[in-house]
């Protein structure tokens, strides 16, 4: 028996270790996933642009939105259509559906990578550790972009990394650089974390500057490709959705809030004590001033900020060595406390977020007989359609048509006239109402449509006369939808 008891004593002895080892990756994963899967459901248009462009590159057209249209520049991420390829050859949502997983397991692996770091900062106490992962898994942007289906949760998942890699400046400047290429508003963010790293490394100036270097190369490949495939070094998106420096400085300070965990970072003294948490905030904040300057961004739930937000968690540990413990506890209850704020006061914002990939599967399966035969269809929102139908599409906001893109206006009031309606020989037309038609789908009530763009077409006579309301398509439960209009044969001595 006193054998036994040995025996189980030198087991117990050696589980304890590995327990122990395994809780705060545990904790990190559990802070990522469990608020990640919250939002499962949640997903963006755009998200279904880059499937299209993987999907035409799965099956061997190329980099193109149309089928048999040219080559565009329509995916502001460069490689991701490239990451998607491989599983792009099923039906749209089903591609869709394995981003968003890959997204998830990407995120969940961030979560545990930074949860494993945490494990390692003895200093830090336990409690202001565990308060960190709770403002983590209290912003609800960082959980809804994780399943989007976007390349958001890859481009968190390395930059995580990048500013883990504090003690090799030359790794987290390739980490950083490979976040530019998916996300270019990221380049200064990249080139300022890589040289504050190295700073913060106490290398000399030529390998600081070797650094920054490294970290815009891979953001300078795709401008280069960008440029020689399509004579422009910027993505085309800089053009078709060109931001106002206001609503930039509006995006960048709500994103600062909602995404709760920069509360956390508000410690000058303890940052300007510790360098390599110092390096981490200065280039977030240089991440903010470059929002500021692209204007922002019209999707929901801070998109553009998720990525940076892993990081300034690690920041806040680090700082806690340099911190005292009340002014740390204090940030730990006060983003706590803001998180749990914004989750009860956004619940329907929330909870509508989590149900947009069902509205759009629904929109998407009720278009598919509507659109069958169909060759040309235009629209402002290219995503849900590109999974609709495979006939080419008029991109009436530009994100994939240059010519549409250089028109004057912004993302939803590009001034697309009848006649150049007219050039691209649309047989069907879909008009987006948030608040349905009140008259009824044959008074094509022309006052329904809020965007410029669409209300612009819903007024000029010439549209009227070549297309008619033929369907009516709902988004949701709230009375959304979109009026399909189909072309009417051309009429005696018209020619369409």
């Not at 403002?135 to 390349?151: D, F, K, T, Y």
């Amino acid at each position: 028996m006193d054998v036994l008891f040995g025996v189980m004593s030198r087991i117990g002895h050696g589980v304890r270790p590995l327990l122990a080892a395994a809780f705060w990756p545990a904790i990190g994963a559990m802070a990522a996933l469990v608020p990640a899967l919250a939002m499962h459901g949640f997903t963006v248009d755009d998200a279904l642009i880059a499937v299209r462009y993987a999907h035409h590159l799965a099956v061997g057209l190329g980099w193109r939105f149309n089928a048999h249209g040219p080559s565009t520049d329509g995916v502001t991420p460069l490689p991701w259509p490239l990451l998607l390829a491989p599983m792009a050859r099923a039906e749209p949502l089903v591609v869709l559906e394995r981003a968003q997983a890959l997204g998830l397991v990407a995120w969940t692996a961030t979560g545990a990578l930074l949860g494993r770091a945490a494990a390692s900062v003895s200093v830090a106490p336990a409690w202001a550790k565990l308060g960190a992962f709770a403002a983590l898994a209290l912003s609800v942007p960082v959980a809804a972009h994780a399943v989007s289906g976007m390349e958001t949760p890859v481009a968190t998942a390395l930059a995580t990394a990048a500013a883990l890699a504090g003690r090799r400046p030359r790794v987290a400047a390739v980490l950083a650089g490979l976040v530019a290429s998916l996300r270019p508003e990221t380049a200064p963010w990249a080139c300022v974390l890589a040289a504050g790293l190295a700073i913060a490394a106490r290398e000399s100036a030529w390998r600081v500057a070797l650094s920054s270097a490294t970290a815009l190369a891979p953001f300078t490949c795709c401008a280069i490709v960008r440029a020689l495939a399509w004579g422009h070094p910027a993505p085309l998106a800089l053009m078709a959705k060109p931001g106002e420096l206001r609503e930039g400085m509006a995006y960048a300070a709500v994103a600062s809030v909602v995404t709760v965990v920069p509360v956390l970072v508000l410690a000058p003294v303890a940052l300007l004590r510790t360098p390599v948490a110092l390096a981490i905030v200065v280039a977030a904040l240089s991440h903010v001033g470059a929002l500021v300057v692209v204007g922002g961004d019209w999707m929901p739930f801070a998109r553009l900020m998720v990525p940076v937000i892993p990081g300034l968690v690690w920041a806040a540990i680090l700082a806690c060595e340099r911190s005292r413990p009340a002014a740390t506890a204090a940030r730990a209850i006060a983003a706590s406390a803001l998180g749990v704020a914004l989750v009860v006061g956004s619940s329907g914002i929330v909870e509508d977020g989590r149900g947009v990939m069902a509205d759009r599967s629904a929109l998407i399966a009720s278009a598919l007989p509507l659109l069958k035969g169909a060759s040309r269809v235009a629209g402002l929102d290219i995503g849900w359609l590109g999974a609709a139908t495979e006939a080419d599409i008029v991109d009436l906001a530009g994100l994939t048509d240059p010519e549409i893109a250089a028109l004057p206006g912004g993302h939803t009031s590009k001034r697309v006239d009848a006649a150049i309606l007219r050039s691209r020989s649309p047989d069907a037309l879909l008009l987006y109402a948030p608040r349905g038609l009140p008259g009824g789908l044959s008074s094509w009530d022309r006052a329904a449509y809020p965007r410029v763009v669409e209300a612009r077409l819903a007024a000029d006579e010439s549209i009227a006369a070549r297309f008619e309301p033929s369907a009516w398509l709902p988004l949701g439960t709230r009375g959304a939808g979109y009026v399909l209009l189909r072309a009417a044969g051309p009429r005696s001595g018209e020619k369409m």
